[in-house]
């Protein structure tokens, strides 16, 4: 294959490919051949029109290229010519037959070559993380025995409501007989001494199980145009519950991975030290990332990418129009500040995948792959069915750009502390799975 580049203007490059008749012959025969095969009403297979197969060919030949054929040799040609396209490469002319060459020429963007970052402008302060307190462990742990915590029947003699109690109950209002809006209610559950349907609070306070009891009461503002009306309600107190909490026992420290109560503590304490070094971390991210931009001069950005911006803001401000009356001058400021938003952000996406090749990151896709299958079962859905729409690939797109962006943050803070660099493998990672696996699902 032969290749030549052409620099069509600011960031706009041109690749002409040229396919030997011997290097591209084997998939045109190929094409030809599962054409012969082509059943075709009203001919005996392999009987044809005069001219029929030529005329096929074509397009069907021209699909292949656009699809497979051209695509593997185009990467071949960025490679050698040290390209970097980002925007698709579209094909602008395709020349071929079944007795000559294949010839195409591809129109693409590139992204603009900017300096290595000097890492002494940026300001950053080292700030010691704070020390795990006693406290800091006794309100965590108490957070994670209130995740177990069950309601369980209130038991004993003479068992009634009191303050902090949990409720079920039935109820039916009626204003001068009549019922209204939201008048009834069956096994709604709520605490007694909480702003939920506290209308009712002092009415159960002293009931019984199964008891039943009538009650006039004033209607709060959730009645909405009956608020401040008074209603008659038939109140029935189903059942009566209490807050059990959980046993910290055997197999309450076998959910957790400990064995006991002391060990429990200290891995509350290192989760709280690993939160703490997060957020630590994501405040030198945001100091960096204020300071990057000014620490480069304006430069170009490929048009094709500020064009597709300007269209999807545009698109956004017609959905909005159509919800709710703009202004012509609301409309413009809305417009400006989406324009400026996009290229304030496409200006920083180059600057971080320019750091990121001067430092030459390999990025763990691993870390993008666990948070992919997280949501995927956050949304009910297995890994595999999700990137197969376009909203899990979109997803998991965003998933990869953003960590992309903080694995380059962070490495930008590092160079600054002049802490020491750990490089990662990157060769292997967890596969997501998409339709356009060549393997076996």
């Not at 040229?18 to 025969?29: G, N």
């Not at 925007?87 to 129109?107: E, G, N, W, Y």
């Not at 704070?130 to 025995?145: F, N, P, Q, R």
């Not at 990418?305 to 300007?310: H, K, R, T, Y």
């Amino acid at each position: 294959m032969k290749s030549s580049v052409e620099e069509l203007g600011k960031l706009k490059y041109s690749v002409t490919l040229e396919i030997p008749l011997k290097e591209i012959k084997p998939t045109y025969d190929s094409i030809y051949r599962q054409l012969k095969n082509t059943r075709l009403n009203g001919f005996r297979p392999g009987k044809h029109p005069k001219g029929w197969l030529d005329k096929r060919f074509l397009p069907a030949m021209q699909k292949e290229a656009v699809d497979r054929v051209i695509p593997e040799y185009m990467e071949n040609a960025l490679n050698e010519h040290s390209l970097r396209p980002v925007t698709m490469p579209v094909v602008q002319k395709i020349d071929f037959d079944r007795r000559s060459p294949l010839s195409a020429t591809l129109h693409f963007e590139i992204a603009p070559q900017l300096q290595s970052i000097d890492y002494k402008k940026i300001q950053l302060e080292r700030k010691e993380l704070e020390e795990v307190s006693e406290s800091d462990v006794s309100e965590e742990l108490e957070s994670i025995i209130q995740r177990e915590e069950v309601l369980a029947p209130k038991e004993g003699k003479n068992v009634i409501v009191e303050k902090s109690d949990w409720v079920l109950i039935n109820y039916e209002g009626t204003i001068e007989g009549e019922e209204f809006t939201d008048s009834k209610g069956n096994d709604i559950q709520f605490k007694i001494g909480t702003p939920e349907l506290a209308e009712f609070h002092d009415c159960l306070l002293g009931m019984a199980p199964g008891a039943e009891k009538e009650e006039e009461i004033e209607l709060p503002e959730r009645f909405a145009k009956n608020e401040g009306k008074k209603a008659k309600f038939k109140i029935q107190l189903v059942q009566i519950s209490i807050v059990k909490r959980p046993e910290l026992d055997f197999e309450f420290f076998k959910k957790y991975g400990v064995e006991s109560e002391n060990e429990l503590k200290e891995k509350v304490a290192d989760s709280i030290t690993s939160r703490k070094k997060a957020e630590r971390q994501s405040e030198y991210r945001i100091a960096v990332r204020s300071q990057l931009s000014d620490l480069y001069d304006e430069f170009e950005l490929p048009q094709e990418l500020i064009d597709s911006e300007q269209k999807r803001i545009q698109q956004e401000l017609e959905k909005i129009s159509a919800e709710k009356e703009l202004t012509e001058e609301e409309k413009e400021k809305k417009k400006q500040e989406g324009f400026d938003n996009a290229k304030t952000d496409l200006r920083m996406k180059f600057i971080l995948d320019s750091i990121n090749e001067h430092e030459e990151l390999k990025f763990d896709e691993n870390e993008a792959a666990r948070e992919f299958v997280g949501l995927a079962q956050i949304t009910g859905q297995s890994p595999d069915e999700l990137i197969q729409s376009p909203f899990g690939r979109d997803m998991y797109q965003r998933i990869v750009i953003r960590k992309q962006g903080d694995a380059t943050l962070d490495r930008v803070v590092a160079r600054v502390f002049g802490d020491p660099i750990e490089e990662k493998n990157s060769e292997s990672y967890e596969h997501v799975h998409d339709e356009n696996c060549d393997h076996d699902h």
